[in-house]
């Protein structure tokens, strides 16, 4: 039986052979022969994915990228197999001299050549090249040659000619003393997990910047990298010079999705540039802020640090600019020689002061004057607020606390910084500790001979009691007959960062910019607090992006931001038609079945549905077509799918507006704390306004925005329709009359009648006939009596139609209740 299956389809031979049939599978090993079965895992061609095959024609250089596990390595060592080797194990191949550059030697040794899928695993026996170790080369049964260079040492290629080199991949972890061994990384899963030499083993950002730097600043000078005479190109092509590692895989779900990737532990101290690549060293940092403000001449060659975010919109204050700055990092500036120096407050370069290199003055008792505040006086506990990196950017606290203080003063303090919750922690660690040593206080007198000596410089000092030296910082001089200086004690170790575990960030999961769904409900009074102009707004949105924002304008331009809505309410469609029925009683008709959007619905006793409990609307979308009902049973028929029944229909004066049946499709909406209404003023009334609705994270103009033209009578300023119209034959004709109704306080039972809500007590009041108004007068009371000579002006015989309306002098004739006289 013939294969389906082309070679395109497949990945590799041994793909192809996998896959085949068992008749076509059984026929080609049968026919390669045990010579070629024996031969076969060494030929790379038959199990090599595409990306690891050269690529065709003529190149000079070729570059892999991938990511772990890519097979880059095996990709390499059989390259350098197929580039030396002959037909046979004595031929020549293509190459007599190979060059094998890493990082260091022993990463050369250890992965290019000795590793899984290094050069010596690779090779037959037949071909096996040959391991020296003495002389750092390997040496193939035909000659060849193969010597280990490492980036450490770039001159050491300048002399050797070679035909071919394989050169291995540029990159550091982010971990202490990472450029010792920059091939090392923390993986439980591989081979390679080890610290490198003399690591201590915590985060460090700033090494993998600074070797960086350092590899390719070297590379980038003319004099170690020229151009080559032969083909005008540098003999290190830095264009295609390539770091690893870059993942795939986006940050920050990516180290924090760790439901999904469980080597997200490993980035904060690996080799990846996810999340790094924003990163400014503090040198470079400071440099800006002074440039900025004018200051050039300065030195920054002994700041240590990395900064990942820093907020400071005016920069041209440079001292207020760099304040939080020196905070956060622990670091001091002095003048020397006109020119600012910045500095760590490591102790550093510490001058020893002993007895007799100073002074004696009248005003310091003894040759040192040593001090110590109460510590009464100190602050116990320490709180830092800061932007949270490596996450959503959130504003989150840090706190230290003395452990034998019992204090309750808490010092507070703001950065516009962002840092890891470990940062965080080791900052205020820092402060605390830094307040406790610097109670402690020194003066003394310095000679003319040590007038170099200025603020900022450390000096040691013997202790009080004639221990150890001590270290302090000098923050005054006073300039007399002799130099006055007032240090503070500075404990090297303070400024050392503790070693706290890492927490693991939890981001918010990322939620694809899909259109909500908003619905506007110009609904009558509800709670009566509210603005009975305003529209309310529903939004919903599967899945829900967090947050809604409404945008408005009086055209379709220049929007201003409305509102910010952060929860989803429950809207849904009806699946089934609801029939009208008599408001003040209860429907006790076929359940009304309901599907949601999203969100879900629960039953309430009927004693709590008379308080007000499970109230919803149903309408056809239109912001002024709502009927406000009560339902006092929801009973979950399918996810999402509620049927409602012991309902009260027409609440809140909307039974004005039932239909004779709500089809299926209408929608529904619950109206909850998660329904609000929006900002309107009350001249806005019955204004068209453009209305631009959808992720509060994506501007106005994003497509997934809803953009909407709405105008609001403002219902909630409706007088209800007026009730018990009735019509009594008369002498004079027939009597009209009905009861008014309240849209304020009309629940209140203890007046004789309920108020009135309105200016003044007036009604419009119409008679229809064969569709058209033949009559239309206004009254003052709730009665009126169409006569018979009116009636025969008008020209009615028959049947006809009264309808009366309440009028607010706000809103005009509110809903009309109607009667057909026979």
């Known amino acids: 039986m013939?294969?389906?299956?082309?070679?395109?389809?497949?990945?590799?031979?041994?793909?192809?052979?996998?896959?085949?049939?068992?008749?076509?599978?059984?026929?080609?090993?049968?026919?390669?022969?045990?010579?070629?079965?024996?031969?076969?895992?060494?030929?790379?061609?038959f199990w090599a994915l595409p990306h690891q095959l050269p690529p065709e024609g003529e190149w000079r250089s070729w570059v892999i990228l991938g990511g772990r596990g890519a097979g880059k390595t095996r990709a390499g060592a059989e390259w350098v197999r197929s580039v030396v080797e002959g037909a046979k194990p004595l031929d020549k191949g293509a190459a007599r001299r190979v060059a094998l550059v890493g990082e260091t030697f022993d990463q050369v040794r250890d992965v290019m050549i000795?590793?899984?899928?290094?050069?010596?695993?690779?090779?037959?026996?037949?071909?096996?090249?040959?391991?020296?170790?003495?002389?750092?080369?390997?040496?193939?049964?035909?000659?060849?040659?193969?010597?280990?260079?490492?980036?450490?040492?770039?001159?050491?290629?300048?002399?050797?000619?070679?035909?071919?080199?394989?050169v291995d991949e540029l990159g550091c972890a982010a971990i202490d003393k990472g450029t010792n061994e920059p091939n090392k990384f923390l993986d439980p899963k591989s081979s390679e997990s080890r610290l490198p030499r003399y690591s201590d083993g915590t985060r460090d950002d700033l090494i993998q910047v600074q070797y960086l730097k350092a590899m390719l600043g070297y590379w980038d000078r003319p004099e170690n990298n020229p151009v080559s005479p032969v083909y005008g190109g540098r003999m290190i092509d830095l264009t295609n010079a390539y770091v690893w590692a870059w993942d795939a895989r986006p940050f920050p779900a990516f180290p924090n999705r760790r439901n999904l990737w469980s080597d997200g532990a490993n980035h904060a101290r690996g080799h990846w540039l996810n999340g790094r690549t924003g990163n400014r060293t503090l040198a470079s940092v400071v440099t800006e802020i002074c440039h900025r403000s004018g200051v050039t001449a300065i030195d920054v060659s002994e700041l240590w640090g990395v900064v990942r975010g820093y907020l400071q919109e005016d920069v041209s204050d440079a001292r207020a600019a760099l304040q939080p700055l020196m905070l956060r990092y622990g670091f001091d500036v002095v003048e020397r020689d006109g020119v600012l120096r910045f500095r760590m407050r490591d102790g550093s370069g510490a001058v020893a002061l002993w007895p007799e290199h100073l002074a004696r003055s009248p005003e310091i008792e003894g040759i040192v004057e040593y001090r110590r505040e109460a510590e009464a006086e100190m602050t116990g506990r320490v709180r830092l607020r800061f932007v949270q990196s490596d996450a959503d950017h959130d504003i989150v606290a840090e706190e230290a606390v003395l452990a034998d203080t019992e204090t309750h003063a808490v010092a507070s303090n703001e950065m516009p910084l962002s840092m890891t919750r470990a940062e965080g922690r080791q900052t205020v660690e820092r402060w605390l500790s830094e307040a406790r040593v610097s109670r402690e206080t020194a003066r003394f007198a310095l000679p003319p001979s040590l007038m170099a000596l200025s603020a900022g410089d450390v000096v040691r000092l013997p202790a009080a009691?004639?221990?150890?030296?001590?270290?302090y910082r000098i923050d005054r001089i006073e300039q007399a007959e002799l130099q006055l200086a007032e240090a503070v004690r500075i404990e090297p170790g303070v400024y050392q960062p503790a070693d706290f575990?890492?927490?693991?960030?939890?981001?918010?999961?990322?939620?694809?910019?899909?259109?909500?769904?908003?619905?506007?409900?110009?609904?009558?009074?509800?709670?009566?607090?509210?603005?009975?102009?305003?529209?309310?707004?529903?939004?919903?949105?599967?899945?829900?992006?967090?947050?809604?924002?409404?945008?408005?304008?009086?055209?379709?331009?220049?929007?201003?931001?409305?509102?910010?809505?952060?929860?989803?309410?429950?809207?849904?469609?009806?699946?089934?038609?609801?029939?009208?029925?008599?408001?003040?009683?209860?429907?006790e008709g076929p359940a009304l079945q309901v599907k949601l959007v999203a969100g879900s619905l629960e039953s309430r006793s009927r004693s709590a549905v008379l308080n007000g409990a499970n109230l919803a609307a149903i309408g056809d979308g239109t912001?002024?077509?709502?009927?406000?009902?009560?339902?006092?049973?929801?009973?979950?028929?399918?996810?999402?799918?509620?049927?409602?029944s012991g309902r009260l229909r027409g609440q809140l004066g909307s039974d004005a507006l039932v239909p004779d049946v709500w089809?299926?499709?209408?929608?529904?909406?619950?109206?909850?704390?998660?329904?609000?209404?929006?900002?309107?003023?009350?001249?806005?009334?019955?204004?068209?306004?453009?209305?631009?609705?959808?992720?509060?994270?994506?501007?106005?103009?994003?497509?997934?925005?809803?953009?909407?033209?709405?105008?609001?009578?403002?219902?909630?300023?409706?007088?209800?329709?007026?009730?018990?119209?009735?019509?009594?034959?008369?002498?004079?004709?027939?009597?009209?009359s009905w009861i008014r109704r309240a849209r304020i306080d009309g629940d209140d039972w203890s007046g004789l009648d309920v108020p009135l809500g309105e200016e003044?007590?007036?009604?419009?009041?119409?008679?229809?006939?064969?569709?058209?108004?033949?009559?239309?007068?206004?009254?003052?009371?709730?009665?009126?009596?169409?006569?018979?000579?009116?009636?025969?002006?008008?020209?009615?015989?028959?049947?006809?139609?009264?309808?009366?309306?309440?009028?607010?002098?706000?809103?005009?004739?509110?809903?009309?209740?109607?009667?057909?006289?026979?």
């Open 2 to 45: 013939p294969s389906t299956l082309s070679r395109l389809d497949l990945k590799s031979g041994a793909d192809w052979l996998a896959s085949a049939p068992d008749a076509v599978r059984e026929g080609f090993l049968s026919e390669i022969g045990e010579g070629g079965l024996c031969a076969l895992p060494f030929l790379f061609e």
């Open 114 to 166: 000795m590793g899984d899928s290094g050069i010596l695993r690779c090779s037959p026996p037949d071909r096996r090249p040959q391991w020296k170790a003495s002389e750092r080369k390997l040496i193939w049964p035909n000659g060849a040659e193969a010597q280990v260079f490492s980036a450490h040492d770039p001159e050491g290629l300048r002399g050797p000619q070679f035909d071919a080199a394989w």
């Open 465 to 471: 009691a004639g221990g150890a030296e001590l270290l």
């Open 501 to 587: 575990p890492m927490d693991e960030v939890r981001a918010k999961a990322f939620v694809a910019p899909t259109p909500v769904l908003p619905v506007f409900l110009d609904l009558p009074l509800i709670t009566r607090d509210e603005a009975p102009h305003a529209p309310y707004l529903a939004v919903t949105a599967e899945p829900w992006p967090g947050s809604v924002a409404v945008y408005v304008s009086s055209n379709d331009e220049g929007y201003a931001l409305g509102e910010i809505i952060a929860d989803r309410a429950v809207i849904g469609y009806t699946e089934t038609a609801l029939p009208r029925a008599s408001a003040g009683l209860w429907d």
């Open 623 to 644: 912001p002024g077509n709502w009927e406000v009902f009560q339902f006092a049973t929801a009973e979950l028929l399918a996810p999402e799918v509620y049927s409602l």
């Open 663 to 736: 089809p299926a499709g209408s929608m529904f909406v619950l109206l909850d704390g998660r329904v609000a209404q929006i900002g309107l003023a009350r001249s806005e009334r019955r204004v068209a306004k453009h209305y631009r609705i959808g992720p509060a994270r994506r501007g106005y103009d994003d497509p997934s925005y809803t953009h909407l033209i709405r105008a609001f009578d403002g219902n909630g300023l409706k007088p209800y329709a007026p009730v018990h119209l009735v019509a009594k034959a008369t002498a004079d004709g027939t009597a009209f």
């Open 760 to 822: 003044r007590e007036t009604y419009l009041l119409r008679v229809r006939h064969g569709g058209r108004v033949v009559r239309e007068v206004s009254t003052g009371t709730p009665g009126w009596t169409y006569d018979s000579a009116a009636r025969s002006s008008d020209g009615l015989w028959g049947a006809y139609e009264v309808e009366v309306a309440q009028i607010s002098a706000t809103y005009g004739p509110g809903a009309f209740a109607r009667l057909t006289v026979e």
